[in-house]
């Protein structure tokens, strides 16, 4: 008998991924990357070359149609397409694109395209913040119940936050939308050529529940009344669960991709869920960190809880018969980047060439020669906005501590740890709400590259830290559902069990450390809540007079 072959599809912020596995044990067979021509769009539209405003953040669907075109071919050379058994996908979120109803993004009309709104928001579009706040202010003054599932707050970057800023300010796209939907389901829409809404980004990015569907019109109608039906004229009340089927690969996905026409392809999914099961993270207890770009916290409980902050809870949303818990800070990889990018001498990148290495391992070694507060240095991870527990994209990074002696190593060390001491922050909101952390094991593209954040993260959460055997965490999980869609598992569960590799590491605390890293997480936490519960918002001042000033600079047309 032929091998079988799940082929998961991972779509991240930069780039698409696809990863051929083997369903018996989970092993790679083939791995195909396709960096987005596109990119983050945060400054002007393609084509166009329309200016954007301050938070902006969108992208090129047609980036994820090549993905298809590209990376999937790749793996899947040499290899039967009977063989593989079935695709699973999984996306960013929420990250949402207004569509006609044939699915064409609106973005794709010649008359459209030259209108921001009628793009993909990206998940970590922040200009929705005013929406936000609103639909937080509305949601307390009603009293509605659903609100406490999100912390009490909903952030600017879930779904209808930027739907109603669709609304608010292009009017004519929002009326030429008739459709508002997920990429993740927009893509499984474009493999099948049937339109679905799978239950974990309806749950964790727009506001509905298992037990009691959407928020009740009267409250979309409280927002505007011309938003009162935005769940029953552009969305659907039909919610499919993952783990289930979507459809088959229709004719023309066979064509982009070159597989059979009617391999099953699994309902959509997020790129943090997904990654639980592809780390044996399926037990209530677990705390699944995905470390990239943005920090990504799943945890799994067997009950329900309100827990402050947290950026939603759903039942079935992560493994079928448990509460998925999400949480996540808004930049974390992006941080170290911005630093080595921005803020490094060329000394040190001098430095880092004559030694044969990247500067980010070259501050890595710098930095672990340090003590633990030898640097002196204290910061807030803040550069995207806070995520968890403030939910608040008007906040910003902070570094406290610098002098006239303060060298890059210093700074990077500070800003790793900060990153950690929000991850703790997070765990003990948990547990403050009676939501036990039992393990912790972590994923995605950091863990396996920066052996000394990892060794930070263990130091300053006072407990081990697993890293997860696989580097392609959000594919390899993708692939374990097409294996279930395609019936060589019969659940997450099983093919979890048996695909999931072993754990490559164990980050063990250092005793010795614990009290210098609890000072300093004593005052993390007094920073954390001066400037980030209201007592002083110097942050958001500086952003308005930020907006006011690049508002008032003329603006040559691109050349």
């Given at each position: 008998?032929?091998?079988?072959?799940?082929?998961?599809?991972?779509?991240?912020?930069?780039?698409?991924?696809?990863?051929?596995v083997?369903?018996?044990?989970?092993?790679?067979?083939?791995?195909s990357?396709?960096?987005?021509?596109?990119?983050?769009?945060?400054?002007?539209?393609?084509?166009?070359?329309?200016?954007?405003?301050?938070?902006?953040?969108?992208?090129?669907?047609?980036d994820?149609?090549?993905?298809?075109?590209?990376?999937?071919?790749?793996?899947?050379?040499?290899?039967?397409?009977?063989?593989?058994?079935?695709?699973?996908?999984?996306?960013?979120?929420?990250?949402?694109?207004?569509?006609?109803?044939?699915?064409?993004?609106?973005?794709?009309?010649?008359?459209?395209?030259?209108?921001?709104?009628?793009?993909?928001?990206?998940?970590?579009?922040?200009?929705?913040?005013?929406?936000?706040?609103?639909?937080?202010?509305?949601?307390?003054?009603?009293?509605?119940?659903?609100?406490?599932?999100?912390?009490?707050?909903?952030?600017?970057?879930?779904?209808?936050?930027?739907?109603?800023?669709?609304?608010?300010?292009?009017?004519?796209?929002?009326?030429?939308?008739?459709?508002?939907?997920?990429?993740?389901?927009?893509?499984?829409?474009?493999?099948?050529?049937?339109?679905?809404?799978?239950?974990?980004?309806?749950?964790?990015?727009?506001?509905?529940?298992?037990?009691?569907?959407?928020?009740?019109?009267?409250?979309?109608?409280?927002?505007?009344?011309?938003?009162?039906?935005?769940?029953?004229?552009?969305?659907?009340?039909?919610?499919?669960?993952?783990?289930?089927?979507?459809?088959?690969?229709?004719?023309?996905?066979?064509?982009?991709?070159?597989?059979?026409?009617?391999?099953?392809?699994?309902?959509?999914?997020?790129?943090?869920?997904?990654?639980?099961?592809?780390?044996?993270?399926?037990?209530?207890?677990?705390?699944?960190?995905i470390?990239?770009?943005?920090?990504?916290?799943?945890?799994?409980?067997?009950?329900?809880?309100?827990?402050?902050?947290?950026?939603?809870?759903?039942?079935?949303?992560?493994?079928?018969?448990?509460?998925?818990?999400?949480?996540?800070?808004?930049?974390?990889?992006?941080?170290?980047?911005?630093?080595?990018?921005?803020?490094?001498?060329?000394q040190?990148?001098?430095?880092?060439?004559?030694?044969?290495?990247?500067?980010?391992?070259?501050?890595?070694?710098?930095?672990?020669?340090?003590?633990?507060?030898?640097?002196?240095?204290?910061a807030?991870?803040?550069?995207?906005?806070?995520?968890?527990?403030?939910?608040?994209?008007?906040?910003?990074?902070?570094?406290?501590?610098?002098?006239?002696?303060?060298?890059?190593?210093?700074?990077?060390?500070?800003?790793?740890?900060?990153?950690?001491?929000?991850?703790?922050?997070?765990?003990?909101?948990?547990?403050?709400?009676?939501?036990?952390?039992?393990?912790?094991?972590?994923?995605?593209?950091?863990?396996?590259r920066?052996?000394?954040?990892?060794?930070?993260?263990?130091?300053?959460?006072?407990?081990?830290?697993?890293v997860?055997?696989?580097?392609?965490?959000?594919?390899?999980?993708?692939?374990?559902?097409?294996?279930?869609?395609?019936?060589?598992?019969?659940?997450?569960?099983?093919?979890?069990?048996?695909?999931?590799?072993?754990?490559?590491?164990?980050?063990?605390?250092?005793?010795?450390?614990?009290?210098?890293?609890?000072?300093?997480?004593?005052?993390?936490v007094?920073?954390?809540?001066h400037?980030?519960r209201?007592?002083?918002?110097?942050?958001?001042?500086?952003?308005?007079?930020?907006?006011?000033?690049?508002?008032?600079?003329?603006?040559?047309?691109?050349?």
């Open positions: 008998m032929s091998a079988r072959y799940a082929l998961g599809i991972d779509f991240g912020t930069e780039s698409g991924r696809a990863v051929l083997d369903c018996a044990d989970g092993s790679e067979v083939a791995a990357v396709y960096p987005y021509a596109n990119g983050v769009i945060d400054e002007r539209l393609p084509d166009s070359g329309v200016e954007l405003e301050p938070e902006w953040a969108l992208q090129d669907p047609a994820y149609v090549r993905t298809l075109q590209h990376a999937v071919p790749e793996v899947l050379a040499g290899i039967p397409p009977e063989d593989v058994v079935g695709v699973g996908i999984d996306f960013t979120s929420c990250t949402m694109l207004p569509t006609t109803a044939d699915g064409t993004p609106l973005c794709d009309i010649p008359e459209l395209c030259a209108s921001p709104h009628a793009w993909v928001k990206l998940w970590k579009h922040h200009a929705a913040q005013p929406e936000a706040d609103e639909i937080n202010a509305v949601a307390a003054r009603r009293g509605e119940r659903w609100i406490a599932r999100y912390g009490g707050k909903i952030s600017s970057e879930w779904f209808f936050p930027k739907s109603l800023q669709i609304l608010r300010e292009d009017p004519g796209v929002y009326a030429r939308a008739e459709r508002l939907i997920e990429a993740a389901d927009w893509i499984v829409w474009q493999l099948t050529g049937v339109e679905s809404r799978n239950n974990t980004t309806a749950g964790y990015k727009a506001i509905w529940s298992k037990a009691d569907g959407f928020p009740p019109t009267e409250y979309f109608a409280a927002l505007d009344e011309g938003f009162a039906q935005v769940v029953d004229e552009k969305m659907s009340r039909r919610i499919d669960s993952i783990g289930g089927r979507a459809g088959g690969i229709d004719e023309r996905a066979a064509a982009w991709t070159g597989l059979r026409p009617g391999t099953p392809v699994a309902i959509a999914n997020v790129d943090a869920h997904v990654s639980a099961p592809a780390v044996g993270g399926i037990e209530p207890g677990t705390l699944t960190v470390m990239g770009t943005s920090n990504c916290h799943i945890l799994l409980g067997d009950r329900l809880a309100e827990v402050e902050g947290m950026c939603g809870v759903v039942e079935d949303g992560v493994v079928p018969g448990l509460f998925g818990y999400e949480a996540g800070q808004s930049a974390v990889g992006d941080i170290f980047a911005w630093f080595v990018e921005n803020c490094v001498p060329p040190t990148h001098e430095l880092a060439r004559t030694h044969g290495v990247d500067v980010h391992h070259l501050l890595e070694e710098q930095a672990a020669a340090l003590a633990v507060a030898e640097n002196g240095l204290l807030l991870d803040w550069w995207n906005g806070n995520r968890s527990v403030l939910v608040d994209a008007g906040l910003s990074g902070l570094v406290v501590g610098l002098s006239l002696s303060t060298r890059p190593q210093d700074v990077y060390r500070a800003l790793l740890e900060a990153t950690a001491f929000g991850t703790r922050v997070i765990v003990e909101s948990f547990e403050r709400a009676g939501v036990p952390v039992d393990r912790i094991v972590a994923c995605g593209g950091l863990p396996q920066n052996r000394l954040l990892m060794q930070i993260y263990a130091g300053v959460l006072g407990r081990p830290v697993e997860a055997g696989s580097e392609q965490a959000p594919a390899l999980g993708s692939a374990m559902f097409g294996a279930v869609a395609g019936g060589a598992h019969e659940s997450i569960r099983e093919a979890s069990q048996g695909m999931a590799p072993p754990i490559a590491e164990t980050y063990l605390p250092d005793p010795a450390s614990r009290p210098a890293y609890d000072a300093l997480f004593a005052e993390y007094r920073l954390h809540d400037f980030g209201g007592a002083d918002d110097v942050m958001k001042t500086l952003k308005r007079l930020r907006d006011e000033a690049e508002r008032a600079i003329p603006r040559l047309a691109p050349a």
